[in-house]
C-alpha cells in the first residue's frame, strides 16, 4: 500500500429520515486492486457505492481523489473522475440496441451532432468480443436473458475507460463461465490500473479476487483485511455480527401429521415456521407467489389435501392461504384506504351481512386487530399512510389473519422496520405457529433465519439449494448454500 | 448519470408477459401473430369494399355527417340522379372536418374523378383543397354553402337561406298576430348559416315594434339542447308567445320543453323542411318551417356536371341561388324528401 | 372512502356560492319551478357521473357513455317503431315497453361489458378500449337508422307500447321522474360504494391493484362491473333523453362523457383512482348545471359560457390541489 488511493472516503455518514444508513465509514480504494465490499443486505454497501458514484450525498465527512479533496454533486461528476458503476438493478433500456444502451448519453458523434452509429457498432463489436460474447450490436437489449444484459452493462462501463469500477453484484445472473470471463476481463483491468470495488455475496468468489475486503454491518465498518489472511468463517462471523450460535425454539409441530401445504421440494406442517433463506434474486419471491396464485407454477401445490394450483388468488386466499407481500407500498398496502379498511380489505364477505357491511361491525373487527397486534394508531379511522413502517407491516399481517389462514406466507416481512417492530412481528409470529399457524417466511438475514425459523430452506437460483432444521443450521453452511452451492 | 435517469422496468410489469394462465398465455402467442391477423382482416375487408376499377365515369360525392337527414337526402339524391345519368359515385361525408374533407379530395383526385359535388366544411378553409382539384383538372360543383372565392369552383348552387329566413319570418310575424314577446333558437353561432337566418329573420321581424324579442340562446342546432334550454329560459321569461328556431331539430327540442311546460299554444317556427318536421307541420306541433330544396340543387348539380363533361359548359353563371319554400300545414302533404314530391 | 367531509363541504360550497351569484343576478333563479327544471337537466349528468365515479374510483376512465346514451335512446326507437323484424319469416314483434326499457338498458350494459372485458382480459389501457367502443357505439346508432331520427316515441295503443314518454315527462309528487331516478340511483349507488363489499374492492382496486389482488379480490371481476355500471347508468340516461324529447337522434350524447368526467372531478373523486364519492359527484353535477342554467337566465352568449365553464372547473380543482393533505 505504498500507493495513494485513488478513491477514498474518510468518516463518511448518511442519514435517511428515520435511519442511520452509514456511520462514520472510512474506506480506501487503490491503483490495481480489487477490494471487496460485504454485509448482509441493508448493511450499507449500496448506499456506500451510491455515495462514491456521486448519486448520493454523503451527510457527514468527506471523499477525497488522490488525496485531494473533491465533491461528487452528480453521477457527471463522479463520470469526470472516471468513476463508474455497474448497478445491482441492471440501468438498460430494454427498446433500444445493444450499441445504443452502451453509448446512451455518450454517444459517439460525427460532425459534432450526428451520432457515429457505425462507429459505436464497430465499438460495441470489439467490447464483446472482449467479453467473450459477440452479440451483434443491433440486438434488442429487451430480448436478451438476464445473464447477457449483465454484461452489457459491464460492456457499458467499459466504454467509457474507467479509472474506478465499482460492480454491484456483477455474477449474480451470471453462468459459471460467464463469471470466468468476467474474472479475466476484472484481472486485465487491474492490470491496467483500474481500482475495482466488487460486492458480492458468493464467498468463494470474494476471496479469490480480492486483493482487500471490508466487511460492513448497520451502516459501520466491523472488519478490514487483506483477503489473503482470512477465511469465508471470518467474513460470516462478521456480517452477523456473533458468534454461530444459534437459539432454536421448541417446535409445535409434529411431523407424524399430514403436511398442511405440499409443493415440489416444499411441506410445511401445522404449527411450524420454516424459513426460507436466499440472497437478493434467489428467486423466493417467485416462489412464495406462485404458492399464492400471482404467477404459474410447475409444481402441483396442495392445501390440507385438496390442489388448489387451478384456483386464482382469491381462491386460494378462500381455502385458507394467506401472504404479506415483500413490498408494503408497492403490494401490501392501500394508500387511498383508511387502517381499518386496510385491515379488513381481505375479510369483507364475512364481515358484510346481506350484501351490507355495518360501520360498527367493520370498526369492531379491525379495532380488535390492532389491539390484538399492538398497532400504535389512535383508531381503525386514521389514515394508513400516517403509520410507520412496523405498523403498517402489522396491518397488513392483520389483514392477512382476519381470514383465518391455516398458512401464512411471508416476504420479508422485517424489510425495512426498526430493530423494536423486528422483535415484536418474531413474537408474532412465533404466537401463530404455537396457535397452529404453518408460517413460511423469506428473509436475505442469517440471525433473523435461525432465531426465528423450525426449518431452513435455502434457495439460491431459482431452486432449493439446501434443506435443515435450525438445530442442524451452521452461518457458514447456510452462506455458502445461497452463494451458489459452492460449497 | 445513467444510474440516475436510468429506465427501470417495474418488476410488475416486467412479468406480464409470463403466462399466468392459460388464458394469459394464449394472449401472449396471439398478439405475436396480431400485426398478421390485422393485415388479413385488413385485406379482407378492402376486398369487400373497393369497387372494380372504374370502366365508366365517377362522381365523387362529398357532404357533411350523414347523422343529419339534409345531408343524407342532399347525398342520396345527388348518387341516385348520377346513376341515372350512368355515372358511378363515392359518397363520403367530412363530419364538418375541414381536414377531413381536404383528405377525401386528395382521394378523389389519386382515383381520377371525373367531378366532385361537395358540400363543404368551410368557406375560406375549402378554397386550397378546391384549387388543388382544379389544378389536377377536376371540376368540383358546389352546393348548400358558398366559399368565399370565384373561379374555383364550377358552380355554387346554394338555396337562398336568406329568402328563405324572410319567409319564415313574415309566417312568424302573421301567425304572432304582429305582436308579444318571442324567443330565439341560434344555430351554432360560428356557423354562417346561423348568422344568414337570423338575419333574415330579424330584418323582417324587427320592422313590427309590437314583437318583441325576450331572450335569444343558441342550441347548436342540438334537440337535446333545444329542449334543455327551452325549458330553462322559460323560468325567466313568463307569457312568452312563440318561438322562432334556426333549424328544425331545435324547433322540435323546443316544442317538447313547452308542451312538458303545459305552454301548447306557443307558436313554433323552424327551418330545414326536414321529413319530422315535415310530419310535426302536418300534425299541428309546429306551426310552420322553410324548406331547403336540397335534394332538387343536388339533383341540379349533378345534372350540371352531366352538361359539362359532355359541351364542356354549364351553360348557367358559378353562383347560383335557389329559392326556398314555406311549409304550412296547409301545403304539408305536398313535400317529401327535401323537396316537392 | 367515506365522503371526506371536508371535500364534500367545499363542493358543496361551490354550489352556495354560485347559485348565490346567478339568484343575485336573475331573480327566476332561485323559484322552485326553476330549481326543479335545473335538478331534472342535472339529473342526466348526475346519472352517467355515477356510472363514471365507479370507473374512476377503480383507476380506469370511461369515454364511452356519451355514444351509448345516443346507441340506447335509438334501440328504444327502433323497436318502438319497427319492432324487432324477422326478415326470414316475414314477422314483426312489437315489445311492451317494459321489454323496450329492458332492451335498452341491456345495450348499455352490454357495451358497458366490452368494455370491461377489453380492459380487464386483454389489458387494453381504459382510455383506448372506451375510445374505440365510443366509436363503435355511435355508428351503430347511426346504421340503426340509417342517420336518421326515430320521432314520436309516443308508441300506439294497439301494439301495447305506449308510455315511454312519460319515463321523462312524468311526474310524481309533482317531481319530474327523471329526478327521481337519480335520487334512486344516487342512494344505491352512495350505498354500493361505501358500504358493500363490492364497493370496497373498488376503492381497493383504485388504490393498489396489487394489494387488492393479494387480498383476495377478483381485480377482473370489479373492473370488468365497474365498466358494465358505467355502461348500465348511460342507457338509463339514452331512455330519459329520449323520453323527454319524444324523439331518439343518433348523434345524441355527443361529449357527454367529458361533462360526466368534469362532474366527478368537480365532486373531489381522484382521477388516478380510489378516492372519492358518489355524494361527491352529485354536487359536482350540480355545479355544472347550475352554471350551464344560470348563464343561459342571464343570457350571456354561448361562447362566453364555454370561457366560464372551463374557468370554474380549473378553478376548482385548483382550490382543491391547494388544500393541504394529510398524508
Redesign the interface.
Given at each position: 500500500m505504498t500507493d495513494l488511493p485513488i478513491l477514498e472516503a474518510r468518516g463518511v455518514g448518511k442519514t435517511f429520515p428515520g435511519t442511520q444508513a452509514l456511520d462514520s465509514v472510512d474506506f480506501a480504494i487503490y491503483p490495481g486492486k480489487v477490494h471487496a465490499l460485504v454485509g448482509e443486505n441493508g448493511a450499507g454497501k449500496s448506499t456506500l457505492v451510491k455515495i462514491l458514484a456521486g448519486i448520493e450525498t454523503p451527510t457527514t465527512g468527506t471523499l477525497l481523489e488522490s488525496g485531494r479533496p473533491i465533491r461528487l454533486e452528480s453521477t457527471r461528476d463522479a463520470d469526470r473522475f472516471g468513476i463508474g458503476v455497474i448497478h445491482q438493478e441492471l440501468n438498460l433500456l430494454p427498446d433500444l440496441s445493444v450499441a445504443e444502451n452502451i453509448f446512451v448519453g455518450h454517444e459517439l458523434r460525427r460532425y459534432g451532432v450526428l451520432v457515429d452509429r457505425a462507429g459505436q457498432r464497430r465499438v460495441t463489436r470489439g467490447l464483446m468480443a472482449r467479453l467473450d460474447h459477440p452479440i451483434p450490436p443491433d440486438t434488442l437489449v429487451g430480448s436478451l436473458p438476464l445473464g447477457r444484459r449483465q454484461l452489457v452493462e459491464i460492456a457499458k462501463a467499459l466504454a467509457r475507460r474507467v479509472r474506478v469500477l465499482m460492480m454491484d453484484e456483477p455474477t449474480s445472473a451470471l453462468s459459471a463461465a460467464e463469471v470466468e470471463v468476467l474474472f479475466r476481463v476484472v484481472r486485465e483491468l487491474t492490470a491496467a490500473g483500474v481500482a475495482v470495488v466488487y460486492i458480492s455475496h458468493r464467498m468463494q468468489e470474494l476471496l479469490r479476487l480480492a486483493d482487500d475486503v471490508t466487511v460492513l454491518r448497520d451502516g459501520r465498518v466491523v472488519g478490514r483485511a487483506a483477503a489473503g489472511e482470512i477465511d469465508a468463517g471470518w467474513i460470516v462471523a462478521r456480517m452477523t455480527g456473533r458468534a454461530a450460535e444459534a437459539h432454536p425454539r421448541e417446535t409445535a409441530a409434529s411431523s407424524d401429521k399430514p403436511p398442511v401445504l405440499r409443493a415440489g421440494e416444499i411441506e410445511l406442517r401445522a404449527g411450524e415456521i420454516v424459513g426460507l433463506y436466499g440472497l437478493m434474486g434467489a428467486g423466493r419471491t417467485e416462489l412464495l407467489e406462485s404458492l399464492i396464485g400471482l404467477r404459474s407454477s410447475q409444481d402441483p401445490v396442495w392445501l390440507d389435501g385438496a390442489r388448489i394450483d387451478r384456483l386464482d388468488t382469491a381462491g386460494r386466499i378462500r381455502r385458507g392461504l394467506a401472504m404479506v407481500s415483500e413490498d408494503r407500498q408497492r403490494s401490501g398496502l392501500v394508500p387511498t384506504l383508511p387502517l381499518g379498511a386496510n385491515i379488513t380489505l381481505a375479510a369483507l364477505r364475512r364481515l358484510a351481512r346481506a350484501g351490507y357491511l355495518s360501520a360498527r361491525t367493520e370498526d369492531r373487527a379491525a379495532a380488535a386487530q390492532i389491539a390484538d397486534l399492538g398497532i400504535r394508531a389512535a383508531g381503525p379511522r386514521v389514515p394508513i399512510t400516517a403509520l410507520s413502517g412496523g405498523n403498517q407491516q402489522k396491518a397488513v399481517i392483520a389483514r392477512c389473519l382476519l381470514t383465518s389462514p391455516k398458512v401464512l406466507l411471508m416476504d420479508q416481512p422485517t424489510r425495512g422496520i426498526d430493530v423494536g417492530a423486528k422483535e415484536e412481528i418474531y413474537r408474532l409470529m412465533r404466537r401463530l405457529a404455537t396457535q397452529g399457524m404453518a408460517i413460511l417466511f423469506a428473509t436475505s438475514e442469517i440471525a433473523e433465519v435461525r432465531d426465528v425459523a423450525d426449518r431452513i430452506l435455502v434457495m439460491a437460483r431459482g431452486r432449493i439449494a439446501a434443506a435443515v432444521t435450525a438445530a442442524q443450521a451452521t452461518d457458514e453452511a447456510l452462506v455458502a448454500a445461497a452463494g451458489g452451492g459452492a460449497a | 448519470m445513467y444510474a440516475q435517469f436510468g429506465y427501470q422496468r417495474s418488476p410488475w410489469r416486467t412479468h406480464s408477459c409470463v403466462p399466468r394462465r392459460v388464458s394469459t398465455r394464449r394472449l401472449c402467442a396471439l398478439r405475436r401473430r396480431a400485426p398478421l391477423l390485422l393485415v388479413l382482416a385488413l385485406a379482407s375487408l378492402f376486398a369487400a369494399c373497393s369497387p372494380a376499377p372504374p370502366a365508366r365515369k365517377t362522381i365523387a360525392i362529398i357532404t357533411p355527417s350523414h347523422d343529419n337527414p339534409f345531408f343524407k337526402a342532399e347525398a342520396d339524391a345527388a348518387a341516385a340522379r348520377a346513376g341515372e345519368l350512368g355515372y358511378l359515385t363515392t359518397v363520403n361525408s367530412h363530419d364538418d372536418d375541414a381536414h377531413r374533407q381536404d383528405e377525401l379530395i386528395d382521394v378523389a383526385v389519386a382515383n381520377r374523378a371525373s367531378a366532385i359535388v361537395l358540400d363543404n366544411a368551410g368557406a375560406d378553409a375549402t378554397v386550397a383543397a378546391l384549387r388543388k382539384a382544379k389544378a389536377a383538372g377536376i371540376p368540383c360543383f358546389l352546393i348548400d354553402r358558398e366559399i368565399n372565392a370565384t373561379g374555383v369552383a364550377v358552380a355554387q348552387i346554394v338555396s337562398n337561406n336568406y329568402q328563405g329566413a324572410q319567409l319564415g319570418g313574415q309566417e312568424f310575424v302573421r301567425l304572432m298576430g304582429e305582436k308579444g314577446s318571442y324567443l330565439e333558437l341560434l344555430g351554432r353561432e360560428s356557423d354562417n348559416n346561423a348568422q344568414i337566418r337570423t338575419r333574415g329573420f330579424h330584418d323582417v321581424i324587427d320592422r313590427y315594434p309590437g314583437l318583441i324579442l325576450a331572450g335569444q340562446q343558441s342550441a347548436n342546432w342540438s334537440q337535446t339542447e333545444g329542449f334543455q334550454k327551452m325549458e330553462t329560459m322559460i323560468q325567466a321569461h313568463h307569457g312568452v308567445k312563440g318561438v322562432i328556431a334556426g333549424n328544425d331539430t331545435m324547433a322540435l327540442g323546443a316544442r317538447a320543453a313547452l308542451e312538458a311546460a303545459g305552454l301548447d299554444k306557443v307558436i313554433v317556427v323552424g327551418f330545414d323542411g326536414s321529413p319530422d318536421a315535415i310530419a310535426a307541420v302536418g300534425r299541428g306541433a309546429l306551426e310552420a318551417t322553410v324548406l331547403q330544396p336540397a335534394s332538387v340543387i343536388a339533383r341540379l348539380a349533378v345534372e350540371e356536371v352531366h352538361k359539362f363533361l359532355t359541351t364542356g359548359a354549364t351553360g348557367a353563371p358559378e353562383k347560383q341561388s335557389i329559392d326556398c319554400e314555406l311549409v304550412t300545414p296547409a301545403n304539408a302533404a305536398e313535400f317529401g324528401l327535401f323537396g316537392r314530391k | 372512502?367515506r365522503a371526506h367531509f371536508g371535500e364534500l363541504s367545499r363542493a358543496l360550497l361551490a354550489v352556495v356560492l354560485v347559485g348565490g351569484i346567478f339568484a343575485w343576478i336573475?331573480p327566476?333563479f332561485l323559484?322552485s319551478?326553476?330549481l326543479t327544471?335545473?335538478v331534472?337537466?342535472v339529473a342526466i349528468n348526475a346519472i352517467l357521473g355515477i356510472g363514471m365515479t365507479f370507473v374512476i374510483l377503480s383507476g380506469g376512465i370511461d369515454l364511452s357513455v356519451g355514444a351509448i346514451v345516443g346507441l340506447a335512446g335509438m334501440v328504444a326507437g327502433g323497436l318502438i317503431h319497427h319492432g324487432l323484424v324477422f326478415r326470414g319469416w316475414g314477422v314483426v314483434v312489437y315489445q311492451h315497453t317494459w321489454l323496450v326499457v329492458a332492451a335498452a338498458l341491456a345495450t348499455g350494459l352490454a357495451v358497458g361489458l366490452v368494455n370491461g372485458l377489453l380492459v380487464s382480459?386483454?389489458?387494453v389501457a381504459p382510455f383506448i378500449a372506451t375510445l374505440g367502443t365510443l366509436y363503435m357505439a355511435r355508428g351503430a346508432a347511426?346504421l340503426s337508422s340509417?342517420?336518421?331520427?326515430f320521432?314520436?316515441l309516443g308508441g300506439r295503443p294497439e301494439l301495447g307500447n305506449t308510455g315511454l314518454p312519460v319515463l321523462?315527462?312524468g311526474t310524481f309528487a309533482s317531481i319530474p321522474l327523471p329526478i327521481w331516478i337519480m335520487l334512486g340511483f344516487a342512494l344505491v349507488a352512495a350505498?354500493v360504494a361505501a358500504?358493500?363489499?363490492f364497493g370496497?374492492?373498488v376503492?381497493?382496486v383504485?388504490?393498489?391493484e396489487?394489494?387488492?389482488?393479494?387480498?383476495?379480490?377478483?381485480v377482473r371481476g370489479i373492473k370488468t362491473a365497474v365498466y358494465a355500471i358505467s355502461g348500465f347508468c348511460a342507457a338509463a340516461v339514452g331512455l330519459i333523453?329520449a323520453a323527454?324529447?319524444?324523439?331518439a337522434?343518433?348523434?345524441?350524447?355527443e361529449t357527454f362523457e367529458l361533462n360526466a368526467i368534469a362532474a366527478v372531478v368537480l365532486g373531489g373523486t381522484?382521477l388516478s383512482?380510489?378516492?372519492g364519492s358518489i355524494g361527491g359527484t352529485i354536487v359536482g353535477a350540480l355545479v355544472i348545471g347550475e352554471l350551464?342554467?344560470g348563464l343561459?337566465?342571464a343570457?350571456v352568449?354561448?361562447?362566453w359560457q364555454f370561457v366560464i365553464r372551463g374557468l370554474v372547473i380549473v378553478l376548482a380543482v385548483v382550490v382543491d390541489q391547494l388544500q393541504p393533505r394529510?398524508?
Open positions: - | - | 372512502m336573475s327566476a323559484t319551478a326553476n327544471i335545473l331534472k337537466h382480459r386483454l389489458s347511426l340509417g342517420g336518421a331520427t320521432p314520436d321523462g315527462a350505498v358500504r358493500t363489499p370496497r374492492r376503492y381497493a383504485g388504490g393498489n396489487r394489494a387488492a389482488e393479494l387480498s383476495g379480490v377478483r333523453i323527454e324529447l319524444g324523439a337522434h343518433p348523434a345524441t350524447g381522484s383512482g380510489g378516492r350551464a342554467d343561459v337566465l343570457g352568449s354561448e361562447f394529510r398524508s
